[in-house]
């Protein structure tokens, strides 16, 4: 059953909303259309502060889509933050053999 804050009427943009949040995870809690807000917006950012590096995650509706950032207009469209993120296919390739590596030295 869907909880009673969930219901759509018709036509509703639902988008995942959160501030800064670590990882994507933190940022899966579904709100109901602003009005005059029609687009679900994902930021994503890395920052580096004292020789340690981070990210952060930010989800909300917006009245546009501004530039440098994944915008999208359906229902729960930012669930994911892959979209907007540039990942390196290097690191992608060497996922396999770190996990291997891990496996085998018995980590």
């Not at 687009?39 to 009245?63: A, D, H, L, M, P």
């Not at 530039?67 to 994911?80: A, L, M, P």
Request: charged content about 10%; hydrophobic content about 40%.
């Amino acid at each position: 059953m869907i909880p009673a804050h969930l219901v759509l009427k018709a036509h509703s943009l639902v988008c995942f909303i959160c501030k800064d949040a670590s990882s994507n995870w933190g940022c899966l809690a579904p709100t109901i259309y602003r009005s005059g807000e029609n687009n679900c917006v994902t930021e994503y950012s890395i920052f580096e502060t004292g020789g340690q590096s981070g990210q952060s995650i930010s989800k909300r509706f917006s009245v546009d889509c501004p530039g440098g950032v994944s915008c999208c207009s359906f229902s729960f469209c930012n669930f994911s933050s892959a979209s907007s993120l540039k990942v390196s296919y290097s690191v992608l390739a060497m996922a396999p053999l770190a996990s291997f590596v891990y496996v085998r030295a018995g980590l």
